[in-house]
């Protein structure tokens, strides 16, 4: 069980069963004692009557009948009593009929209580004392019948039972709703999170419960620590980038102004440095790309796209090309900005390169993102197609000229974990690239 709230509301639960459990039976056992100790009460003032209407002088001790209650005098009437006398003698209520007490002989001034099973199989609280009168020992003993009291005690039990399950139920009801109204606290968080991961925001707010505080200033400190790494990270590449440019240059110039005489060596020598100056090219950008985590910033497909294919329609402004770009409904912010543009500066700069005329970029979206990039050049052959799609196979080393572009945007489909494919443009005639990109990848909303 991984949920908190499951696990609190168990815990919860438990508790309260355990609480409910002990009240009731520390409530029943209290209830037991206080009607036992108050019948108890009432059996020491019958008993007091009872040896203040005793005359043990005589040889056969006899009770004084008019100061003796009445209901000690019906047969199985539930109050008996019993007296113990010294040589061995008893006297007993007429209550009790032919029958007597479980009741042993006590020193004076010591005292018992026990329950017994009477006459009839009644229930019975005796209380038990021994005394001394006109010098003579006797022990006395007085019963009552628990029955009645125990129908009303067991009455009360079950009440109590039925008023504590509903207390319980109620309770569970309401501390279900405090947790989940507790933890609908955290939905925020939540949702900042899905806004973070979409680009819309780069920081969580703070204003969350006090117990997450420290966790939500931590994440926050860690985007921080990442988006300072990866701008340091990218300055850096640019400027290594700028610095490496320049001798590589040099060489190259160096080279091309060698004579003719220097023959296959020096075509050499230019072939390798501008392998150099690809590969230099090729990892750099790799290196610079953010992937589907965090970013500073994601790419909005409608405000980007027009830039983007302003700069390109400079580029190739001698050819005269119709650069035409559409973006769907439903398509929102998606991707690294900088990671979004590479990718799409390269395929549609490669459609560029081999275009006669035209070159179309329609972005859509529906369970992914997908991005198809198609020219009316001459396109591939099907075994250039299939090379290109084979799986494993280094772009920038398969078809001559499609190379290092290509293979920049497959590392960044990669990257999100999305996918790449080749074919033919069935409208234009010329090559056609589809990208697909996870939504959830690619951050869309």
């Known amino acids: 069980m991984n949920s908190l709230e499951r696990r609190l509301q168990l815990g919860l639960v438990i508790s309260l069963v355990v609480l409910m459990g002990l009240l009731w039976t520390v409530g029943n056992q209290s209830v037991r004692e206080l009607t036992e100790d108050f019948i108890a009460s009432r059996l020491e003032h019958d008993m007091e009557s009872l040896l203040g209407a005793l005359n043990p002088a005589e040889d ?60 009839v199989g009644q229930q019975l ?43 319980l139920l109620s309770l569970l009801a309401v501390q279900r709703l405090l947790v989940r109204r507790s933890f609908r606290r955290l939905e925020p968080v939540r949702e900042d999170i899905r806004r973070l991961e979409q680009g819309e925001t780069i920081r969580l707010s703070e204003q969350v419960p006090t117990e997450i505080l420290p966790l939500v200033q931590e994440f926050n400190h860690l985007l921080g620590l990442l988006s300072q790494r990866l701008e340091r990270s990218r300055n850096a590449l640019g400027n290594l980038a700028h610095a490496l440019k320049s001798p590589l240059n ?22 390798q440095a501008e392998r150099i100056r690809q590969l230099m090219e090729r990892e750099l950008k790799r290196a610079r790309l953010a992937g589907k985590g965090l970013s500073g910033q994601r790419f909005d497909p409608a405000s980007e796209l027009p830039d983007l294919i302003g700069a390109l329609q400079q580029v190739h402004r001698e050819r005269n090309l119709d650069i035409d770009a559409q973006v769907e409904a439903g398509v929102s912010a998606f991707g690294d900005r900088e990671d979004m543009l590479e990718l799409l500066g390269n395929l549609l700069d490669n459609a560029c390169k081999w ?12 369970s992914e993102i997908q991005v198809r990039v198609e020219d009316d050049g001459s396109g591939l052959s099907d075994q250039e197609l299939e090379r290109m799609t084979r799986r494993g196979t280094r772009l920038d080393e398969t078809v001559e000229g499609h190379g290092l572009g290509l293979a920049i945007a497959k590392d960044i489909v990669k990257l999100y974990g999305g996918e790449m494919q080749f074919g033919r ?14 939504r959830g990848g690619g951050g869309t909303g």
């Open 125 to 167: 609280l005796v209380l038990i004392k021994g005394f001394r009168k006109q010098g003579r020992g006797l022990t006395l003993a007085v019963a009552e019948d628990l029955t009645p009291l125990q129908e009303r005690r067991n009455r009360f039990k079950r009440d109590f039972a039925l008023l504590a399950l509903a207390g």
């Open 355 to 366: 275009a006669a005329s035209n070159v179309r970029c329609i972005v859509s979206a529906n």
């Open 60 to 119: 056969r001790p006899r009770m004084r009948r008019h100061r003796v209650s009445q209901v000690y005098s019906q047969p199985f009437s539930g109050h008996y009593f019993l007296i113990l006398l010294d040589n061995g003698s008893q006297l007993s209520s007429r209550s009790l009929w032919d029958q007597s007490l479980p009741v042993s002989p006590l020193q004076p001034g010591e005292r018992r209580r026990m329950r017994v099973t009477g006459p």
């Open 250 to 271: 040099l060489l190259t110039q160096y080279l091309d102004g060698q004579s003719s005489d220097a023959g296959p060596p020096r075509q050499q020598a230019r072939a």
């Open 425 to 438: 443009s069935s409208q234009l005639g010329g090559l056609e690239v589809c990208v697909h990109l996870p």
